[in-house]
């Protein structure tokens, strides 16, 4: 019998080796792969991480500049920062009116104090002569806040007060009207960080010259107005608010003073006391009436 089934042997197919690869290539592949690999992922990460790095630091170092030159033109470095920034922080920058104790009003409030027991003391040591009713005098014209804006103006402080989303020309009259309560938050935020004496130290650089000047009139003039026309035999200036007008944060206020027999003067003022002095100031011109001054 003849056997026709195929020889197993002979017919199944030896397995080959795989060819190996040639070393050089293996390692071009290696280095190819890697270096794609580089290009997707970590020059693009890294160099986005650097510069937003570089960003945040230089941001931070032109913060600390800053900050730096603000204590300078005070003449205290803050132990406390924050102290400094919220006395420029005004309400209006503040995300929520329920916060409004991170603005500079609770500092302006112990500052003021702070600066008339302060000036009190400069006075009662500089003028051994004065009595009581001078001394009252003389401290009322320097704690007013017609020259604590004078000293925040002296210092550069206007362009470092922090304010809302408000018009150009409405921040600039805002910061003007607040200078004066900036001051003595700044007053407030040394005293807390530095003690009295470096409270003082701050008032006394600011003041002394002021306090040695020849004290300036301080009568009102509404004051005068009222002794002018009760002098003529007319009744008590009577005033009324004609116009109003600005955001509630920085309203301006029209008000008219009338007296019997003379044409109506009116004044404009971030507040009716303000405009009411302005509208006095501008009758007693118009009428040649001496002796008042609308800046007291």
């Given at each position: 019998?003849i056997?026709?089934?195929p020889d197993?042997r002979?017919t ?5 080796p795989s060819?190996?690869p ?5 390692g071009?592949?290696?280095?190819t792969k890697r270096?794609?690999?580089s ?7 890294s160099?986005n ?7 945040r630091?230089?941001?931070?170092a032109a913060e600390?500049a800053?900050?730096?030159?603000l204590e300078?033109?005070?003449g205290h470095p803050?132990a406390?920062?924050?102290l400094?920034?919220?006395?420029f ?8 009116s329920r ?8 500092l302006?409030f ?6 008339g027991?302060i000036v009190?003391?400069?006075?009662y ?15 009322a014209?320097l704690?007013r806040?017609?020259s604590?804006a004078d000293v925040a103006k002296?210092l550069?402080?206007l362009e470092?007060?922090?304010l809302g989303?408000?018009?150009a020309?409405?921040g600039?009259?805002?910061?003007k009207?607040?200078l004066?309560d900036?001051c ?5 935020a040394?005293f807390?960080d ?9 008032v006394e650089r600011?003041?002394?010259e002021?306090?040695?000047?020849p004290?300036?009139p ?9 002794e002018?026309?009760q002098?003529k035999?007319?009744?008590t200036?009577v005033?009324?608010e004609?116009?109003?007008?600005g955001?509630h944060h920085?309203?301006?206020?029209r008000v008219?003073v ?14 009716k006391?303000?405009?009411e002095k302005?509208a006095?100031s501008?009758m007693?011109e118009?009428e040649?009436?001496s002796g008042?001054?609308?800046?007291g």
């Amino acid at each position: 019998m003849i056997d026709d089934s195929p020889d197993i042997r002979t017919t199944q197919t030896a397995a080959q080796p795989s060819p190996e690869p040639d070393p050089g290539e293996a390692g071009e592949s290696v280095k190819t792969k890697r270096s794609r690999d580089s290009a997707k992922g970590s020059p693009k990460g890294s160099s986005n991480g650097g510069s937003k790095g570089s960003v945040r630091g230089a941001a931070k170092a032109a913060e600390l500049a800053a900050t730096a030159a603000l204590e300078a033109r005070i003449g205290h470095p803050f132990a406390d920062s924050t102290l400094l920034a919220t006395a420029f922080t005004h309400v209006s920058a503040l995300k929520s009116s329920r916060k409004r104790g991170d603005s500079y009003q609770r500092l302006e409030f112990l500052g003021d104090h702070v600066l008339g027991l302060i000036v009190s003391d400069m006075l009662y040591r500089a003028f051994p002569s004065a009595d009581e009713g001078e001394l009252s005098k003389r401290l009322a014209d320097l704690v007013r806040k017609e020259s604590c804006a004078d000293v925040a103006k002296s210092l550069g402080l206007l362009e470092d007060i922090k304010l809302g989303a408000v018009g150009a020309g409405a921040g600039a009259r805002l910061r003007k009207s607040v200078l004066g309560d900036v001051c003595e938050a700044v007053i407030g935020a040394i005293f807390l960080d530095g003690g009295y004496a470096a409270a003082a130290g701050f008032v006394e650089r600011n003041w002394t010259e002021r306090m040695r000047k020849p004290r300036r009139p301080l009568r009102d003039p509404k004051t005068v107005l009222q002794e002018w026309a009760q002098g003529k035999g007319l009744p008590t200036p009577v005033y009324r608010e004609v116009e109003r007008t600005g955001p509630h944060h920085d309203p301006q206020f029209r008000v008219a003073v009338d007296l019997p027999g003379l044409e109506p003067a009116e004044g404009v003022g971030g507040s009716k006391r303000a405009a009411e002095k302005v509208a006095a100031s501008v009758m007693i011109e118009r009428e040649g009436v001496s002796g008042g001054s609308n800046d007291g």
